[in-house]
């Protein structure tokens, strides 16, 4: 079965730093993955996706992940924070096969001024 | 707004009552995905239905219990309900069988059981 790990449950960065949210999954195949952000007393929403094709995936908000088969990894970064960049922020698999997605447990990044 | 209704915004009720909770899912989605979310829990997936079919279960107890009507729109039915029940219920909507778009996720209601 495919699951998620994140690592680091809140991560603190400066403004203007560099943001690194780490996310490895488990999968007996080659999945489908997402980063979803959830703003306070909001939904998700969907920031980006990897769906087999470009391993570089490109999202809203200046938000970018890699995917490595390798190191089992989909880590999201973003080059410079923004103070609205503080938000939960999920990581997600699912399977070609499979309709549900999985969330990762999530990890709270904060923005210091 | 995402397209994803989802109603009421919030719930307060007493313990071993029942509620209903109604997503009406984004213009064209056929698939419907519940989730509840709680501090400890984190995102747990309940059920899905597609276009009117249940499709795939999750830790769903058998004190809740779903349904997809032929509008599309979807209730989630809780009763007996007990203190560990209050959190957050989301409901996702998705487009066919693709991965193109991801979920849809409606704003959430947030229930409370006291």
């Known amino acids: 079965a495919q699951s998620v790990t994140q690592l680091g449950s809140h991560v603190s960065v400066s403004e203007g730093a560099l943001v690194l949210l780490r996310c490895n999954y488990s999968?007996?195949?080659?999945?489908?993955l997402f980063w979803y952000v959830q703003y306070p007393n909001q939904g998700l929403q969907l920031l980006l996706k990897?769906?087999?094709?470009?391993?570089l995936v490109k999202g809203i908000n200046g938000f970018e992940a890699e995917f490595k088969k390798s190191e089992t990894s989909f880590h999201l970064t973003k080059p410079s924070a923004h103070m609205s960049d503080a938000a939960e922020y999920f990581c997600a698999v699912t399977l070609h096969s499979y309709d549900k997605v999985i969330f990762g447990p999530g990890t709270s990044l904060s923005v210091i001024p | 707004d995402s397209g994803v209704t989802q109603t009421p915004k919030h719930l307060i009720t007493a313990t071993g009552q029942r509620v209903t909770l109604r997503c009406s899912p984004r213009s064209g989605d056929l698939s419907v995905y519940w989730y509840q979310q709680s501090l400890d829990q984190g995102l747990q997936f309940l059920i899905q239905?597609?276009?009117?079919?249940?499709?795939a279960k999750g830790n769903i107890l058998e004190r809740f219990s779903a349904q997809q009507f032929p509008d599309l729109h979807s209730e989630l039915n809780l009763s007996s309900l007990e203190l560990g029940d209050s959190a957050l219920y989301f409901c996702?909507?998705?487009?066919?069988?693709?991965?193109?778009?991801?979920?849809?996720f409606g704003s959430g209601t947030r229930l409370t059981v006291v």
């Open positions: 239905y597609y276009n009117g079919e249940e499709r």
């Open positions: 999968s007996s195949v080659p999945p489908y």
């Open positions: 996702a909507s998705r487009n066919g069988q693709g991965w193109d778009y991801g979920y849809t």
């Open positions: 990897y769906t087999s094709a470009a391993t």
